[in-house]
């Protein structure tokens, strides 16, 4: 190693014709300081001390001053962490487990063995790529008995890759397990820029190691610029270009890493614009996803912020209305449905948001992300908070959100919502296909999740790509669906070339949403989607909620041939009133009832994995309409009584009216003024007679002296009035979800 001043007086004259950072291999220190801006160069070239020694005590310097917090303060921040987090065992756990399976010097292209001697997959080399349990390497190096040897396992794994790299032997599957490929690498980069920080106090952890990091951090940076000069649909570039702008803010020392900065947030808007639908909603569709996104921009955003750079006014804008999504689609208990691909913890039935939110909190200090906070944040994140930010999140002020019911109509979620006390109703329907990338998507088109007193009610399941029953559980069976014969939405399943255990279906049904109506009585959704043209039957599915009191879901099939139908609810049923009354009660006695109001065959309870749903079947039909309420109740006396010979559905009597119904199967419901009537032609009352073209669906309410008509069918209608009073007749074209007010 070369000492002195002259050192740096000889590279200062040949900096002119440096090259770039390069992304084929690592550099050496007077690389680096070759490659350092001129005006970085003359101030470090001051300095009476090794080229070594200078670039170190530099970039420590740097390090404290840029970073999401200063390293001088690890040793505070560690006994806090520790105490929130209670996760010593863990580190441990998962820091032991990696160190079993892995040498230092570990290979970084399939095959190869574990150190027991059992081959290593590629499932397991994705997240090797990632080096998320060195993290835990490193917190077991401080938790313990700061064992020396840990740093240098860090240190030669680093370098083991770098030989790979020269060696041209590691893995190169882009669209699967590619070592360098930008999802692995942007984690890998995020995760070393930790444990870096974390490591600057150690002795151990000498001058050389620390400039091998930078000069390996910088050869990621490159690569990751290389290579993502165009735009490339999903959350894998996102990781990647995110990882490139920390990188490029934190080395900004370094001649080129301005292009750096350029280029990931150039790429960065880009996927803010393509990405993110305008109704606010990440375009895969899925809650994982869209926090798994907002987390890639909050580390820049954070970052920017924190080193006085300006970000993109309509940058951060699109960042804010991320968080303003989770709040819209979340749950009266703070949580949120679960909707396709949602990973964090297999088989659960909803998703917990408070970490994102307080990501959100933090970045804006806005009372309504406070909400859905927490006191404390994901034990990963909390790393990249500033000292100020864990200060704030003792005190975080909080204001419940007034969203009523409302559509994401570019992604194809429809929530209806009573409120947001603990008990208030809540339901969310799908009818989305994102056609960029479907990746992601379930067989639960036109699929329904709802919550009503607290708990999650016909409920959709988070998933796990590695799990042998992944494809299942990302099928129709497992949602809240109807269904023809044998068919299921989801098609023509295939994994990826990765073999991580991910997979998509090659063909999903296509939505066509019909008709969204919110009112002060109802929230009236219709649409049908293509699934089943391939056995030659239509279907649509009609979801009408009650306010405040159920919802009534009709599917309705029509063919020229004869099929079984079919019903799939999700949720521990009993079905000892057959299959027109399915009932699940929870543990403090509320529950919901599923009731058939035109009689169905037969049901089956089928499960797996701990989850149970029933299907109801009307077989041998061409064409059927299922016509369903989900009731839910709280307490014995407040069920639907299917002891009564007068069916009550709350104060709705069941086809008990003034009102003459006529029509093929005629069902209807009365409460007071107003008037649910399925399948009917011809409706008749002493001072209105109401004619369809054919059998149509309405909701009629009566009050002061008007009559309102609503059509809560699938398809437009022409009604003819006739006003007794008046001795008046009119007619009018009425389409889904459209009103006629009639003056008496």
């Given amino acids: 190693m070369r000492n002195s001043v002259l050192l740096f007086c000889i590279l200062i004259s040949s900096w002119a014709f440096a090259q770039s950072i390069p992304a084929s291999h690592v550099l050496n220190n007077e690389e680096l300081v070759d490659l350092l801006r ?12 090794t080229t070594e020694d200078v670039l170190a005590e530099y970039f420590r310097e740097k390090f404290s001053e840029r970073f999401f917090y200063d390293f001088n303060t690890f040793y505070d921040r560690l006994p806090h962490y520790n105490s929130v987090f209670d996760n010593k065992y863990d580190h441990e756990t998962r820091a032991l487990d990696h160190l079993s399976k892995y040498q230092d010097s570990t290979q970084w292209v399939l095959p190869f063995n574990y150190r027991n001697g059992e081959p290593v997959n590629a499932y397991a080399l994705r997240h090797l790529a990632r080096q998320h349990k060195m993290v835990d390497i490193a917190f077991h190096y401080f938790n313990g008995n700061k064992d020396p040897k840990l740093i240098q396992y860090f240190e030669n794994q680093m370098r083991s890759l770098n030989t790979a790299l020269d060696a041209n032997a590691y893995e190169k599957i882009e669209d699967g397990n590619g070592v360098y490929e930008a999802f692995r690498s942007g984690y890998r980069v995020l995760n070393w820029l930790w444990i870096h920080n974390m490591f600057l106090n150690e002795t151990e952890y000498s001058d050389k190691d620390q400039l091998v990091t930078i000069a390996t951090l910088l050869q990621h940076g490159q690569h990751l610029y290389e290579r993502n000069n165009q735009f490339r649909s999903g959350n894998h570039q996102t990781k990647g270009v995110s990882a490139l ?7 900004r020392d370094f001649v080129g890493t301005d292009l750096w900065l350029d ?12 990405e993110i639908n305008s109704d606010g909603f990440q375009f895969e569709r899925s809650v994982h996803y869209h926090m798994s996104d907002i987390n890639n921009y909050f580390y820049v955003y954070q970052l920017a912020k924190l080193n006085r750079i300006s970000v993109d006014k309509a940058w951060e804008e699109k960042l804010r209305g991320l968080f303003t999504t989770l709040i819209k689609v979340a749950y009266p208990d703070r949580s949120a449905p679960v909707l396709q691909d949602d990973t964090e913890i297999p088989w659960a039935e909803t998703n917990d948001i408070s970490g994102a939110m307080t990501l959100g909190y933090l970045l ?23 000292n100020e930010q864990i200060e704030l999140l003792e005190n975080i002020s909080q204001q419940k959100p007034d969203y009523g019911s409302l559509a994401f109509e570019e992604t194809g979620y429809y929530i209806m919502r009573e409120g947001w006390e603990p008990n208030d109703m809540m339901m969310v329907v799908t009818a989305g296909l994102d056609a960029k990338k479907p990746d992601h998507q379930h067989g639960d088109m036109l699929g329904i999740q709802a919550m009503v007193n607290g708990r999650a009610i016909l409920p959709n399941y988070q998933v796990r790509y590695s799990l042998t029953d992944f494809d299942f559980f990302k099928n129709s069976l497992v949602k809240n669906v109807a269904l023809v014969d044998n068919e299921l939405q989801g098609k023509q399943w295939t994994s990826n070339k990765g073999g991580s255990g991910f997979g998509k279906f090659l063909e999903l049904p296509n939505p066509e949403v019909i008709a969204w109506e919110i009112n002060e009585d109802f929230d009236f959704f219709v649409g049908k989607h293509d699934g089943f043209n391939n056995v030659d039957v239509d279907y649509t599915r009609q979801v009408i909620f009650i306010k405040n009191e159920f919802w009534i879901v009709k599917d309705a099939f029509n063919a020229d041939d004869a099929h079984t139908y079919k019903q799939v609810w999700q949720g521990h049923y009993t079905t000892e009133n057959g299959p027109d009354l399915l009932r699940a009660t929870a543990p403090d006695a509320s529950g919901h009832d599923i009731l058939q109001l035109i009689k169905t065959d037969s049901v089956i309870n089928a499960g797996t994995r701990g989850k149970q749903w029933s299907i109801v079947s009307k077989t041998d039909q061409r064409d059927f309409s299922f016509l369903t309420v989900i009731y839910p109740y709280r307490g014995y006396h407040n069920r639907l009584n299917e002891e009564s010979q007068d069916l009550k559905v709350n104060d709705w009597e069941v086809n008990e009216t003034e009102w003459k119904l006529e029509g093929a199967d005629p069902v209807s419901l009365v409460s007071d003024s107003k008037l649910l009537a399925f399948n009917v032609k011809v409706l008749k009352s002493r001072n209105l007679t109401i004619e369809a073209s054919d059998e149509t669906d309405l909701f009629v309410k009566t009050e002061d002296n008007q009559t309102i008509i609503y059509s809560i ?7 003819d009035i006739t006003n007794h009073y008046q001795n008046k007749k009119l007619t009018k074209v009425i389409e889904p979800g459209q009103s006629w007010i009639l003056d008496l």
């Fill in 245 to 251: 702008a920390m990188l490029a803010i934190l080395f």
């Fill in 713 to 719: 069918d699938s398809q437009k209608k022409t009604i």
């Fill in 364 to 386: 804006f200090e806005d009372p309504r992300f406070g909400y859905f906070a927490s006191d404390k944040v994901d034990d990963r994140v909390y790393w990249f908070l500033s």
């Fill in 38 to 49: 001129s005006d970085i160069q003359e101030e470090v070239s001051g300095r009476n001390e």
């Fill in 263 to 274: 280029r990931a947030m150039l790429r960065l808007s880009e996927h803010l614009d393509r």
